[in-house]
């Protein structure tokens, strides 16, 4: 009784059927949205949750470059920080006397290294001794070197990133590509 | 009886678009265009801070006017003159523009953005713009200005746009 109960459920058994017309609509809308985000240049850069980049319609794209982050909390040089930043004022850059701040001693060190091979033509220590807004004028400095991508949050003011950029400049990088989003 | 409705059975089954083949292509094509996907896309604008030009540019036979424009950002409104070794006082006082944000950021840019256009068909091998925003300016005005100085929706204006403090 037991065994023709189960040879006759046997029978009867049909696979079953997955219903993936759902899933295949999910799919295509997925396959349609990746297909607009898709970018032959995928960003490698990752941004700060503190950090709201102002948009623009510039169209040219950010080369391989020194990465220069000011957020809203901290000044980065690549990913390490080199000051924090309070009510937009940036502790440890004295406006008087930017070359002694951490942020021109690592600038300096990587303007070094990139250019230990070319022979300088100018000492630039003694052009910075002389007068802090002349030294990124006098400065012979070769242009085939990483230039500065500048992140910076849209909401400061040109007090700070002015201390930022003329630092950097006397350090020896005085063009810099600002990082924009996209309009 | 039966057997006629197995045999119709079969033949709707078969009659069934296989879908597996699709399904395989999506799960490939999926991670792929995940990996190559970019949610934001960051671009840039070059500039520069101020530097002493080392040789002279008049060594050219033939010598056309440019001017280099100096744009004041203020909290109230923008200021424009321009520099140049090649004009006269009142040429290039007759250069310079102010514009107001009192009626409305839009409106400011546009003539800003008007007077720039006037200056480049005037003087078309100038392509230098100097801006010294003052300090309480913030980030994403300078850009805004940027913008509008580089280029209008059809013309290169000024691409080579030069950042500066005020050193008054």
Redesign the interface.
Same mark, same amino acid.
């Given at each position: 009784m037991a065994l023709g109960s189960m040879r006759q459920k046997r029978k009867t058994f049909t696979p079953p059927r997955l219903m993936?017309t759902s899933?295949?609509d999910m799919?295509t809308i997925?396959?349609i949205f990746?297909?607009f985000?898709?970018?032959?240049?995928?960003?490698t850069?990752t941004?700060d949750a503190n950090l709201d980049?102002?948009?623009?319609?510039?169209?040219?794209?950010?080369?391989e470059c020194i990465r220069l982050v000011f957020t809203r909390d901290s000044l980065k040089l690549e990913d390490e920080v080199i000051a924090t930043v309070q009510e937009g004022h940036i502790v440890g850059l004295d406006p008087k006397n930017l070359k002694n701040s951490e942020l021109y001693k690592k600038l300096r060190k990587i303007y070094e290294d990139s250019t230990t091979n070319a022979a300088p033509s100018m000492n630039i220590e003694e052009a910075v001794a002389e007068d802090d807004?002349a030294a990124?004028?006098?400065?012979?400095?070769p242009d085939k070197k990483k230039?500065l991508?500048f992140l910076?949050?849209?909401?400061?003011?040109?007090?700070s990133?002015?201390q930022v950029?003329?630092t &950097?400049?006397m350090a020896g990088f005085?063009?810099?590509?600002? &990082?924009?989003?996209?309009k | 009886m039966a057997c006629f409705s197995r045999v119709r059975r079969n033949r709707e089954m078969d009659d069934e678009i296989n879908?597996v083949p699709?399904?395989n292509m999506?799960m490939v094509?999926?991670p792929f265009?995940?990996?190559?996907?970019?949610?934001?896309?960051?671009?840039?604008?070059?500039?520069?801070?101020?530097?002493?030009a080392?040789g002279s540019q008049e060594d050219h036979a033939e010598k056309q006017i440019s001017v280099t424009v100096v744009v004041k950002l203020r909290i109230d409104g923008i200021n424009t003159s321009s520099l140049s070794n090649d004009l006269s006082k009142k040429e290039l006082a007759d250069l310079e523009g102010d514009f107001s944000f009192d009626a409305g950021n839009e409106k400011a840019y546009a003539a800003f953005s008007e007077h720039l256009m006037k200056v480049k068909k005037r003087y078309p091998k100038s392509d230098t713009l100097i801006i010294i925003?003052?300090?309480?300016?913030?980030?994403?005005t300078?850009?805004?200005t940027?913008?509008v100085a580089?280029?209008t929706d059809e013309d290169t204006l000024f691409p080579n746009v030069v950042?500066s403090?005020s050193?008054g």
């Open positions: 993936i899933l295949m799919f997925i396959l990746l297909l985000s898709f970018s032959d240049n995928p960003e850069i941004l980049l102002p948009r623009s319609e510039a169209k040219l794209d950010h080369e807004t990124t004028r006098d400065l012979n400095i230039p991508l910076c949050d849209k909401q400061h003011t040109f007090k990133i002015n950029i003329k &950097a400049g005085p063009n810099f590509q600002f &990082a924009v989003l996209k | 879908m699709i399904m999506f094509l999926i265009l995940l990996m190559s996907a970019s949610f934001f896309h960051i671009k840039a604008i070059n500039t520069s801070v101020p530097v002493l080392e925003p003052a300090e309480d300016i913030i980030y994403d300078i850009i805004q940027m913008d580089r280029k950042l403090a050193l």
